[in-house]
């Protein structure tokens, strides 16, 4: 069945750096979504992709999906502790598979 | 709008007993899902509901069902409960699009925990 592995597990940054996380799969993916959950919390809904190259911006985050429809990546430029969280992707059509998720610690 | 609202929010049960579990959605959304949360394994996806119909199911044993009211409240049920099914119990809702590619509004979840 259809895979979504995402890298790395874990990531500490010092507060001010970036962070990007990454979603792989085998397979053609049909959309891209990216969810937020933080400690004691409950994935919220980031953004939705869906074409080829497609590249969203929200403030100092940025998503992107591969060309393939294969991958798909979220930057965080210039991290702060507010953005704590483990960070998902996921993918389907009426059922969804999540990645492994992402946990990120800032330091600050 | 109200967000997704999860009864009851904790649970502590013992191996063999059963557990339902209530998930009451946004208003207006149509599809429900439930997922499974554990250190683990992650998030793994239990089925969906929409217009009371299961459209959708996750590779989980017979035990877990679920069923969908036609105001669109949903409920899950784990029977014979297991050590192995302590976990977080989180239900989504949303419109249910007939692209099915949603946005997914999750509810705060059902800690379950098995002894």
């Known amino acids: 069945g259809q895979q979504v592995m995402q890298i790395p597990q874990y990531q500490h940054v010092q507060e001010g750096e970036d962070f990007t996380t990454y979603c792989n799969s085998s397979?053609?993916?049909?959309?891209i979504q990216w969810y937020k959950q933080r400690p004691g919390g409950h994935p919220v809904f980031l953004i939705q992709l869906v074409k080829s190259g497609e590249v969203k911006k929200q403030k100092r985050l940025t998503f992107q999906f591969g060309e393939a429809k294969k991958n798909s990546s979220l930057h965080i430029t210039a991290t702060q502790t507010t953005d704590v969280g483990t960070y998902f992707c996921?993918?389907?059509?009426?059922?969804?598979?999540f990645g492994t998720g992402t946990r990120l610690k800032v330091l600050a | 709008k109200a967000g997704v609202t999860q009864t009851p929010r904790y649970l502590i049960k013992t191996r063999g007993q059963q557990v339902t579990l209530s998930c009451s959605p946004i208003?207006?959304?149509?599809?429900v899902s439930w997922y499974q949360q554990t250190p683990g394994q992650g998030l793994q996806f239990l089925f969906e509901?929409?217009?009371?119909?299961?459209?959708n199911k996750g590779n989980f044993p017979g035990r877990f069902s679920g069923r969908q009211f036609s105001n669109s409240r949903s409920e899950m049920n784990v029977s014979t409960l297991e050590l192995g099914d302590s976990a977080l119990y989180l239900c989504a809702s949303s419109l249910g699009s007939t692209t099915g590619a949603d946005t997914q509004y999750f509810g705060p979840g059902t800690r379950l925990t098995v002894l």
């Open positions: 996921a993918s389907g059509t009426y059922k969804y598979i």
């Open positions: 208003s207006g959304h149509r599809s």
């Open positions: 509901y929409f217009s009371e119909t299961q459209r």
């Open positions: 397979t053609t993916l049909s959309n």
